[in-house]
């Protein structure tokens, strides 16, 4: 059974840190793209960043580049998300999701195989 299992939510001061890790059950994890959303009321679930199963390459979205960092561990099949210098709008819940043989540039959450339950991210200022 495929489980991606997020941690490290929490609530967090304007220019604070946090730290998402996402445990993977999943075969070959080293085949596949990881990515992470965020997804506040109301909206749709957005693409924060990704990283490819080659290279590995990465990709953020506009609004955390430089802020945030996607980095993955394929020996502890774990993904992570570094957060730096958080903003209010940077409130949201994170999901980690999966997509078998993709690249970092793959923005649609359409194209992910698999997903984990999310947590939440709280920035106050």
């Known amino acids: 059974q495929v489980r991606l299992v997020e941690s490290g939510g929490g609530l967090v001061q304007a220019g604070g840190s946090l730290k998402l890790a996402c445990v993977a059950s999943?075969?070959?994890?080293?085949?596949?793209?990881l990515a992470w959303f965020r997804q506040t009321p109301g909206n749709e679930r957005e693409f924060v960043a990704g990283?490819?199963?080659?290279?590995?390459?990465?990709y953020y979205d506009d609004a955390v580049k430089g802020r945030f960092t996607i980095s993955r561990d394929n020996a502890k099949t774990t993904l992570y998300l570094r957060m730096n210098n958080l903003k209010p709008e940077d409130t949201a819940v994170y999901y980690c999701?999966?997509?078998?043989?993709?690249?970092?540039?793959?923005?649609?959450?359409?194209?992910?195989?698999?997903w984990g339950q999310g947590t939440q991210v709280t920035v106050s200022s």
């Open positions: 999701a999966a997509a078998f043989e993709s690249n970092a540039y793959t923005t649609s959450n359409r194209a992910y195989d698999y």
């Open positions: 999943l075969r070959n994890f080293g085949n596949y793209a």
């Open positions: 990283i490819s199963y080659l290279g590995p390459s990465t």
